[in-house]
C-alpha cells in the first residue's frame, strides 16, 4: 500500500506565491476537516493570518523563530507533538525551518531535521508542506530541499524529485567540527561529573547566563556527561568556549550514536528508558552531532539574548492525546 505521508517542498519566490500556496494548502485542510497547523518565521505568519482571516483561529499558529531556533527539537515537540494528539486523523503541517540569515551550522542541521521527518513520519497519516524561498536561500539550501522531499512544488505546478536522497544528506551533514581557538577543558569520568556541569555553569554565567537558564545549561551538559559514562566508554571530555556571542558546550567520547532519530522521538511516560538526548534537544538552542564508530561529539549552542525553549506547543486545533511512541 502508499505510504500515506507526503512531504512536499514548496519553492516560492516572494509574498504573493507564498500566501497563494500556503493558504490553499491550509483551507483545503480544514475543509476536509484535517487538524492544521502553521509553524513558519513570525513575518510569514503574519501574512498567513492576514490572508486566512478569520480561519486563522481553527489552525495552531506558531513562530518558527522561536518554535525552531534548534531543529533538534522540531520533531519531537511541534511536529509529532502536534500529530501525535490527533492518532485517528489526517493532520496537515506547513513547517517553515529555513529562512535567511542562518549560519552554516544551523543550515546542516535544518537539512538534517528535513531528512528525518521522512524516517519519523513514515506510514503517518499526515501531509508536512515546507516552503522554500529561492530568491533569498542558497543555492546549497535549495539543493538539500530537493534531496530530502520526494516531491517538490512551484507556482507552475508538482513534480517527483529526482534528487531524493535524505539519508544521504543525514550522512553528508555527519561530518568533523572546525577547531574553536580557545576554550577550557575537562576530561571527566564517574568521579567528578559534577565538575563538568559547574565548569559549564561558571563559564555561563560569566556571560550573563542566569535563572533557568543557568538551570537549563547545568542540567544539558549533565545529560551529554551521563551519556558518556553509560554509553561512552565511560568517560568523556567537555570544553567550552564562546562563538559569535553564544555559549558552546562540547562533550566528546567514545561512543557511537546509531540510530538517526535518537533524541528526535516523543517521550512516553509509560515507558521507562534514557531521554538524555531528548532534553538535550528541547533545552538547546542548536545541537550539531558527530558520530563515528569508536568517536561522538556534541555541540550545544546557547544564545544569551533568548529566553529558556518553550514546552511543547498545543493550541486551538489539538485533539485527544495520542500514544506519543
Same mark, same amino acid.
Given at each position: 500500500?502508499?505510504?500515506?505521508?507526503?512531504?512536499?517542498?514548496?519553492?516560492?519566490?516572494?509574498?504573493?506565491?507564498?500566501?497563494?500556496?500556503?493558504?490553499?494548502?491550509?483551507?483545503?485542510?480544514?475543509?476536509?476537516?484535517?487538524?492544521?497547523?502553521?509553524?513558519?518565521?513570525?513575518?510569514?505568519?503574519?501574512?498567513?493570518?492576514?490572508?486566512?482571516?478569520?480561519?486563522?483561529?481553527?489552525?495552531?499558529?506558531?513562530?518558527?523563530?522561536?518554535?525552531?531556533?534548534?531543529?533538534? =527539537? $522540531?520533531?519531537? +515537540?511541534? #511536529?509529532? *507533538?502536534?500529530?501525535?494528539? %490527533?492518532?485517528?486523523?489526517?493532520? !496537515?503541517?506547513?513547517?517553515?525551518?529555513?529562512?535567511?540569515?542562518?549560519?552554516?551550522?544551523?543550515?546542516?542541521?535544518?537539512?538534517?531535521?528535513?531528512?528525518?521527518?521522512?524516517?519519523?513520519?513514515?506510514?503517518?497519516?499526515?501531509?508536512?508542506?515546507?516552503?522554500?524561498?529561492?530568491?533569498?536561500?542558497?543555492?546549497?539550501?535549495?539543493?538539500?530541499?530537493?534531496?530530502?522531499?520526494?516531491?517538490?512544488?512551484?507556482?507552475?505546478?508538482?513534480?517527483?524529485?529526482?534528487?531524493?536522497?535524505?539519508?544521504?544528506?543525514?550522512?553528508?551533514?555527519?561530518?568533523?567540527?572546525?577547531?574553536?581557538?580557545?576554550?577550557?577543558?575537562?576530561?571527566?569520568?564517574?568521579?567528578?561529573?559534577?565538575?563538568?556541569?559547574?565548569?559549564?555553569?561558571?563559564?555561563?554565567?560569566?556571560?550573563?547566563?542566569?535563572?533557568?537558564?543557568?538551570?537549563?545549561? =547545568? $542540567?544539558?551538559? +549533565?545529560? #551529554?556527561? *551521563?551519556?558518556?559514562?553509560? %554509553?561512552?566508554?565511560?568517560?568523556? !571530555?567537555?570544553?567550552?568556549?564562546?562563538?559569535?556571542?553564544?555559549?558552546?558546550?562540547?562533550?566528546?567520547?567514545?561512543?557511537?550514536?546509531?540510530?538517526?532519530?535518537?533524541?528526535?522521538?516523543?517521550?512516553?511516560?509509560?515507558?521507562?528508558?534514557?531521554?538524555?538526548?531528548?532534553?538535550?534537544?528541547?533545552?538547546?538552542?542548536?545541537?550539531?552531532?558527530?558520530?563515528?564508530?569508536?568517536?561522538?561529539?556534541?555541540?550545544?549552542?546557547?544564545?544569551?539574548?533568548?529566553?529558556?525553549?518553550?514546552?511543547?506547543?498545543?493550541?486551538?486545533?489539538?485533539?485527544?492525546?495520542?500514544?506519543?511512541?
Amino acid at each position: 500500500m502508499a505510504d500515506p505521508f507526503a512531504h512536499p517542498a514548496l519553492f516560492y519566490r516572494g509574498d504573493r506565491e507564498y500566501t497563494a500556496a500556503t493558504t490553499a494548502f491550509v483551507r483545503d485542510g480544514l475543509a476536509a476537516g484535517d487538524p492544521v497547523a502553521v509553524a513558519v518565521p513570525g513575518p510569514r505568519l503574519a501574512l498567513i493570518a492576514a490572508a486566512l482571516g478569520a480561519d486563522a483561529g481553527d489552525v495552531l499558529m506558531l513562530d518558527m523563530i522561536e518554535a525552531g531556533r534548534n531543529p533538534g =527539537r $522540531l520533531i519531537p +515537540a511541534v #511536529l509529532r *507533538a502536534f500529530a501525535d494528539r %490527533h492518532p485517528d486523523r489526517h493532520v !496537515r503541517i506547513v513547517g517553515e525551518p529555513a529562512w535567511p540569515g542562518h549560519t552554516a551550522a544551523e543550515h546542516a542541521a535544518c537539512a538534517q531535521h528535513e531528512a528525518l521527518i521522512n524516517l519519523s513520519f513514515t506510514g503517518r497519516r499526515a501531509t508536512i508542506l515546507c516552503p522554500y524561498d529561492v530568491a533569498g536561500l542558497g543555492a546549497d539550501v535549495i539543493a538539500d530541499a530537493a534531496r530530502t522531499h520526494p516531491v517538490l512544488r512551484d507556482a507552475s505546478g508538482e513534480w517527483r524529485s529526482a534528487d531524493y536522497a535524505p539519508e544521504q544528506v543525514v550522512d553528508e551533514h555527519n561530518r568533523p567540527f572546525g577547531e574553536p581557538w580557545k576554550y577550557v577543558l575537562l576530561s571527566f569520568d564517574h568521579t567528578n561529573l559534577p565538575a563538568a556541569r559547574a565548569l559549564a555553569a561558571q563559564e555561563a554565567a560569566a556571560m550573563g547566563f542566569a535563572g533557568d537558564r543557568l538551570d537549563d545549561i =547545568r $542540567l544539558v551538559v +549533565a545529560e #551529554l556527561g *551521563a551519556n558518556s559514562l553509560d %554509553h561512552g566508554g565511560g568517560w568523556g !571530555r567537555l570544553r567550552v568556549w564562546t562563538e559569535d556571542g553564544r555559549l558552546v558546550c562540547e562533550v566528546s567520547d567514545a561512543g557511537h550514536i546509531t540510530d538517526p532519530l535518537a533524541g528526535r522521538r516523543p517521550a512516553d511516560p509509560r515507558h521507562p528508558g534514557s531521554r538524555g538526548l531528548l532534553i538535550v534537544n528541547l533545552l538547546s538552542d542548536l545541537v550539531r552531532v558527530h558520530t563515528r564508530v569508536g568517536a561522538t561529539s556534541t555541540r550545544v549552542y546557547f544564545d544569551p539574548a533568548v529566553g529558556p525553549a518553550s514546552a511543547p506547543p498545543f493550541g486551538p486545533a489539538s485533539g485527544p492525546a495520542g500514544p506519543a511512541a
